[in-house]
């Protein structure tokens, strides 16, 4: 308190005394009045008053005021009252009006006067100390917010203007209050839909300070469809001939880009690239462009600019330029760039755009190459560009532009650098038109030191990264004067640099130097080819030597610094082809003429310029004044990566140099060493290779094995499993002499004995059967013996053999018949004859003699034909005898078969008899068990005695069987 | 580019479940295996199909840590759909699911479609919660269910894609209102060029610059 009347005391002494009191009555009656209309009528007055005697309103009544927007919330009058009083205590409107000046015209606003200066920040003091007591309670703000919610414009519009004071004085508490009252940015963010156009505008001045430096406010505001609202209201507003609401969009826009990737990436996916692209729609007739247009537009490229910003991540920046390029942008850009009559500083500011749009990306870049000026003939837009860089009489910033422009097109661009080089050698040069490269080359050599600054440093981007056109460029000759022989472009540069003081120059000596150093430093750095051009001339290296050891004034410390880095390169990138300036050689002139440690500090003088840091920190080239014109971006890099390098190899001493010789000498043994290993280990591949297709090869074998062995295994364990069967087999028959031991047992040893017996029974069946055959067999063998030793029944001949026989014997029969009755005709013949003889003469006699004698002749034929037969008979008879004996022996070996059947078909009864007299034996034994179980209250009756039961049936037949 | 809807979303729940790496599998189909503290809220976006047409999904991936618990809040409302995700290995996630849903429902819109999700469902050794647990705790509240793994991509095209279905579907019944962009849901160029076209030469121009 004590401050703000000190305050007062010295700035409003004299003034009407009677002001605090009628504020002290005014600030009692809002107290302490129960009347609303009293309050209102009081906060009214204090409203009045607030301007002119601020401070006192702002110490006396601040509180008052705080609880009428507590208590009097439902008359909106009072409200709007109040939080005019407050606003008007926290900002001034003086203030506000200067604030207003500072936006629209910044450079100006540095002029402002020192006294009103002083007045100012006073002020502002008065403001920051009202409103940090204002929101010493966040509800206070909280409050305030609710407010906003309220329709009403009396109450609205206060509330707004009152928050944005507050935010302009104390940003960052507000932020954070504002950011975690719950839906607190959503409210705010609802103002941009008031209908009244006061209410949106002063919204988006509102959202202007809210969204300053707070990154997540900003994503929230982009959230609640900030950059659809904002760039409706920009369309609406006409875009770039909108007037200041449009100017308040794109700075709200800018806030919530600027260095907030999540939101460039909302703006992207959102699709709002390509809503920009009308924005650049300007008609050709470009007179009259208006100082708000001026201003739009500078601020969308700016747009632009952020969301290809070389500083965002490579990424990022690649999808936006894909999309510049796809919705038409780059190309609407590229049409303002050939318009006529766009404002200078319009147009600086859309070359640095389209710079940033094609930087890096190859697409761009081709489709930038292939621009053309709508002049006659139509010239590419790069030399036309380039025309301007070279130009004294453009402005600087356009000039700086431009080599921004270049630069961008030629990085990470091949394609683009060997175009440019291109132009300048022998073969494909083209004398009727201007060409880029010569509008370098003029550059390089005119009387003004900026251009000669910008052609070497674009010349240098032409070369950067890239060997081939740094070879290719040194093929490129130079007619200087008639009669002279051609010199080459890199001569004729460290000409220049030598005899840069016989030449008057318009700017700076050292611009024009510290460019062609840095231009020389580019070429040859990593080009040992451009090393050896350079050192062939006998003049360079003096030249060099003589420039660094001498002690010359500040001004000449930087190209000192660069003329060392020129010789570090020199060495450091030597092949030693040239006997007199090898590394060593070079190193031992370092040593002599200039002093190792010296050398290093020379070299170190290029980073401790105090412009050195400035063009590392971003590629565009953007200098104060044209002298400050020194450094190159990318020469920055290089210089940080030559910088230690050469030092290193400056510092080493021969001997080192030796050992590092010797090292290398070792290497290249160790690497024939190696190859050695190496030729080892594609043999031993060779040799593991077989190995492994042999392995392969003996796998699969192995596999067969195994598979066989698997196999058997099967079979084994077959085996096995049917051997165990076996085992057990036998093990329940040996188990069944001792059966009964176990009762769980008996029953399977049952149906088993019953089983076997039954087999037994079919077995004694069969060879009861045998048996019965055999019977009938040797009864037809007896019979047969009997009958007729002659008659054979073993076989089947034998029945042929007897019937024969018997028909034999019937032949036999009736011949010896015949020959019976033969004899007795015989006989009756004699006796007739000797009757004859006796009763009849003796011619008689001898013709009966005669017929006797024929007729006894032949009967005696006949007999002896007959007694043939009979032998033959007798012989066949002698035969079928040896045949009977033969049947009979097989019958005798057949009997005897037969009895040692009938002894088997005896042992089986045996076994038979024995078998029943162990199961009978068994039985008793189950029944005596059964008996025991019984008398030990077991019930297993039923099942038990069934099987008993039936084993006894079976038993029954068994018998029955024998008895048959 | 052209869309026929554009659907918000957000992406809740404890710290160091995989809200991110969700996202990630989602937007880039790849996964980050070094646990990166979200800060405040991410962006990410992707375009699907569902029923034949083009709808855009926004996701604002939201930071778990109790810290940011007033920032996150702001984004519930503007969302027409979020994720609920927890820790199927650890189980306190599953626990403070009550206290999640019960912020979300009281500031999103009523409507807004909530999916549960258990993350990290390849990590099966050390479940903590049952996939029966998550399924009663979502019947009991009215959410779609679903088990992810942002690790191996396992079902989280699934679960965007079906709380997409589920916004179309309740755009369908008409119970989204889908003029209020507030609700998170905004309809394409292409439509929105056929609806205005009675709003005069504005929406024209706008809708060729949507064509571009």
């Known amino acids: 308190m004590n401050f703000f009347r000190g305050v007062i005391g010295g700035q409003q002494a004299g003034a009407q005394p009677s002001g605090v009191e009628t504020i002290q009555k005014l600030c009692d009656r809002v107290a302490s009045s129960t009347l609303l209309e009293d309050r209102r009528d009081a906060v009214r007055a204090l409203k009045s008053l607030s301007k002119k005697y601020r401070m006192e309103v702002g110490t006396q009544a601040m509180d008052h005021l705080i609880r009428i927007l507590q208590t009097d919330s439902s008359d909106s009058e009072i409200l709007g009252y109040a939080l005019d009083t407050l606003y008007n205590i926290i900002c001034s409107d003086e203030e506000e009006e200067q604030d207003e000046s500072e936006d629209a015209a910044p450079v100006k606003s540095k002029n402002v006067a020192a006294p009103e200066d002083t007045q100012r920040r006073q002020e502002d003091d008065i403001g920051a100390q009202f409103s940090e007591r204002f929101i010493q309670e966040p509800e206070n703000v909280t409050l305030l917010l609710t407010m906003l919610e309220e329709f009403d414009f009396h109450v609205r519009w206060p509330g707004v203007k009152l928050l944005t004071a507050l935010l302009k004085c104390q940003c960052a508490q507000v932020q954070g209050i504002i950011l975690v009252s719950p839906m607190g940015v959503s409210r705010l963010m609802d103002l941009l839909a008031d209908s009244r156009e006061v209410i949106r505008n002063d919204g988006l001045l509102l959202l202007q300070q809210l969204t300053k430096g707070n990154a997540a406010i900003q994503k929230i505001v982009a959230f609640e469809n900030a950059f659809e609202r904002l760039l409706d209201i920009i369309t609406e507003e006409g875009t770039s001939d909108g007037g200041i609401v449009v100017e308040d969009c794109l700075l709200l826009l800018l806030n919530l880009l600027k260095n907030n990737s999540s939101n460039q990436n909302f703006f992207k996916e ?695 | 580019m052209a869309y026929a809807y554009l659907f918000k979303y957000i992406i809740i729940g404890d710290t160091g479940v995989g809200k991110s790496c969700l996202l990630l599998q989602f937007t880039d189909k790849r996964f980050q295996p070094v646990h990166d503290l979200t800060i405040g809220v991410e962006f990410g976006a992707r375009m699907i199909t569902i029923d034949g047409k083009q709808i855009k999904l926004q996701i604002w991936d939201t930071a778990g840590q109790e810290s940011f618990r007033s920032i996150t809040r702001s984004y519930y409302r503007g969302a027409a759909g979020a994720l609920l995700v927890y820790d199927i290995t650890r189980r306190d996630t599953f626990n403070h699911l009550t206290t999640w849903l019960e912020d979300a429902r009281q500031h999103s819109n009523s409507n807004m479609v909530i999916m549960l999700i258990g993350n990290k469902s390849d990590l099966e050794s050390r479940r903590e919660v049952k996939k029966e647990e998550g399924e009663a705790f979502a019947r009991e509240h009215g959410l779609i269910f679903m088990e992810t793994s942002a690790k191996t991509a396992s079902n989280v095209e699934e679960a965007f894609i079906n709380t997409a279905k589920e916004i179309y579907e309740k755009i369908q019944e008409g119970v989204f209102d889908i003029n209020n962009e507030a609700n998170g849901i905004k309809i394409g160029p292409q439509h929105a060029a056929t609806n205005s076209t009675l709003t005069g030469g504005q929406g024209g121009q706008q809708a060729g610059g949507g064509c571009c």
Request: proline content about 3%.
């Open chain 1, 270 to 964: 959102g699709s709002y690239i390509q809503r920009m692209k009308p924005w650049f729609e300007v008609g050709d007739d470009n007179s009259g462009w208006s100082a708000q247009k001026v201003t739009n537009l500078h601020l969308m490229l700016q747009l632009v600019r952020v969301m290809v910003s070389p500083v965002n991540s490579p990424g990022a920046t690649a999808s936006c330029q894909k999309a510049m390029f796809q919705c038409g942008l780059l190309q609407q850009l590229c049409t303002i760039l050939m318009a006529t009559g766009v404002p200078a500083d319009i147009l600086t500011e859309t070359i640095n755009t389209v710079s940033e749009v094609i930087r890096g990306s190859q697409v761009n870049q081709d489709y930038f190459a292939s621009v053309n000026a709508p002049s006659n003939p139509p010239r590419p837009a790069i030399v036309v560009l380039l025309m301007s860089m070279v130009n004294e009489r453009q402005p600087f910033v356009l000039r700086c532009a431009v080599l921004y422009c270049f630069q961008c097109f030629l990085y990470k661009n091949q394609k683009g650098q060997g175009e440019i080089v291109a132009t300048l050698l022998p073969s494909t040069i083209d004398a009727n038109s201007i060409s880029a490269g010569q509008l370098l080359c003029g550059g390089l050599f005119s009387a003004d030191s900026l251009s000669n600054w910008c052609a070497a440093v674009a010349l240098g981007h032409a070369l950067q990264d890239n060997l081939t056109q740094k070879e290719q460029l040194l093929r490129v000759q130079l007619a200087t004067s008639l009669g002279k022989p051609p010199v080459s472009l890199l001569q004729q540069c460290t000409n220049i640099l030598s005899q840069g003081d016989k030449i008057s120059r318009r700017g700076s000596k050292v611009q024009t130097r510290v460019g062609l150093l840095m231009l020389l430093c580019t070429w040859m750095s990593n080009c040992p080819i451009a090393v050896t051009h350079f050192l062939h001339n006998q003049d360079n290296v003096p030249f060099l030597t003589a420039q660094i050891s001498e002690n010359l004034g500040e001004d000449e410390r930087l190209v000192q610094g660069l003329c060392a880095l020129l010789l570090g390169i020199c060495i450091y990138y030597n092949d030693n082809s040239l006997e007199n300036y090898t590394k060593e050689k070079l190193k031992q002139l370092i040593e002599k003429r200039i002093g190792k440690e010296n050398f290093v500090e020379k070299l170190g003088f290029i980073t401790k310029h105090e412009l050195y840091s400035r063009a590392a920190q971003k590629p565009q080239p953007a200098f104060s004044a044209p002298e400050h014109m020194l450094f190159d971006h990318e020469f920055t890099k290089l210089v940080k990566e030559l910088e230690g390098v050469i030092t290193k190899a400056v510092h080493k001493s021969s001997e080192e140099e030796k050992k590092e010789e010797e090292v290398k000498k070792t290497l290249e043994q160790h690497d024939s060493i190696v190859t050695q290993y190496k030729e080892l280990i594609r043999e031993q591949d060779a040799q593991i290779n077989e190995l492994k297709e042999q392995m392969c090869t003996l796998t699969s074998q192995k596999d067969q094995m195994q598979n066989t062995i698997t196999q058997q295994l099967s079979q084994i364990q077959q085996h096995k499993d049917q051997y165990n069967v076996l085992k057990l087999k036998l093990g329940k028959d040996s188990g069944q002499s001792d059966s009964g031991q176990v009762n769980g047992l008996q029953l399977e040893e049952l149906t088993l004995l019953r089983e076997e017996l039954e087999e037994l029974r079919k077995q004694h069946a069969l060879l009861n059967t045998q048996l019965a055959e055999r019977d009938t067999l040797i009864a037809n063998l007896k019979a047969e013996g009997v009958q007729s030793p002659d008659g054979l029944t073993a076989a089947p001949e034998n029945t042929e053999l007897l019937k024969e026989l018997e028909s034999l014997r019937g032949q036999v029969q009736t011949q010896a018949a015949e020959i019976s009755q033969l004899q007795r005709e015989r006989q009756e013949v004699q006796t007739r004859t000797e009757a004859l003889a006796a009763v009849s003469g003796e011619a008689a006699d001898l013709t009966k003699v005669t017929e006797l004698e024929n007729r006894l002749s032949a009967q005696t034929a006949e007999t002896n034909r007959l007694q043939e037969e009979v032998r033959s008979l007798t012989e066949s008879r002698a035969a079928m005898e040896k045949e009977r004996a033969a049947a009979t022996s097989t019958a005798t070996i057949l009997q005897t078969e037969k009895s040692k059947l009938q002894q088997e078909v005896a042992e089986s009864k045996k076994e038979q008899d024995d078998l029943l007299m162990l199961l009978a034996d068994q039985d008793q034994k189950i029944l005596s068990l059964k008996q025991r179980l019984k008398d030990l209250g077991e019930t297993i009756e039923d099942e038990d005695d069934l099987d008993a039961r039936d084993q006894f049936d079976d038993d029954d037949d068994e018998e029955e069987e024998d008895d048959e």
